[in-house]
């Protein structure tokens, strides 16, 4: 094995070892010319963090200054680039100048995900889905949408969770998700 032929491209933290990252694949459908040619999918599991019963570490997946509970989206760059191992698209939702100065990743492409374990894509309508691990009753298969947010640990399927704990709470599902 060369000292070339392979590379760190993005160091994600948890602060435990389950939900960690899952699937990094490219967009089959992409071709040359396509703004989704050559970009790299990562699935970012949330550490664990929506089950701390500390409101803060809960509501990492919800927060865009961390890549827990995550969808990804770099471009590699060629090995002997200087400018480092991959860009962020210019079309990642949250990579815009004001975005970025209140201290989010640029790399996110969706959010609010437990552990978004399994990435494919719909050769049909060109579409990302995401398979997430669920919490309680609920196990979700999503289509994927720039810049959306799935709700956890805000809610799961069609259950509100507490904003201090894994549990359910009595409250109707609200019509925006809050941020």
Same mark, same amino acid.
């Given at each position: ?7 760190? @491209?993005?160091?994600?933290?948890? &602060?435990?070892?389950?939900? *960690?990252?899952?699937? /990094? /694949? ?6 040359? +010319? %396509?703004?989704?040619?050559? @970009? @790299?999918?990562?699935?970012?599991? %949330?550490? #664990? ?6 409101? #803060? ?5 919800? @927060? ?5 509970? !995550?969808?990804?989206?770099?471009? *590699? ?6 400018? =480092? ?11 815009? &100048? ?5 201290? #989010?990743? =640029? ?21 990302? /889905?995401?398979?997430? /691990? +669920?919490?309680? &009753? ?7 949408? !720039? ?30 998700? *809050?941020?």
């Amino acid at each position: 094995v060369s000292e070339l032929s392979h590379r760190e @491209m993005l160091r994600v933290t948890y &602060s435990s070892n389950i939900h *960690p990252l899952g699937d /990094i /694949i490219f967009d089959p459908n992409a071709k040359p +010319g %396509d703004a989704d040619y050559r @970009m @790299m999918y990562i699935a970012s599991g %949330d550490g #664990a963090a929506g089950e701390s019963g500390n409101a #803060a570490t809960r509501a990492q997946d919800q @927060m865009l200054n961390n890549y827990l509970g !995550k969808v990804l989206r770099i471009q *590699p760059n060629a090995v002997s680039d200087p400018s =480092g191992p991959y860009t962020i698209p210019s079309d990642n939702p949250f990579n815009t &100048s004001a975005d970025l100065a209140a201290g #989010a990743k =640029g790399e996110i492409w969706a959010y609010g995900f437990r552990n978004p374990h399994r990435l494919s894509w719909d050769s049909q309508s060109n579409q990302l /889905i995401v398979d997430n /691990i +669920g919490l309680h &009753s609920y196990e979700e298969v999503n289509f994927v949408t !720039k810049g959306q947010n799935y709700g956890y640990s805000t809610i799961e399927g069609n259950q509100v969770l507490s904003s201090t704990t894994n549990q359910v709470t009595n409250a109707p599902l609200p019509t925006t998700l *809050p941020i």
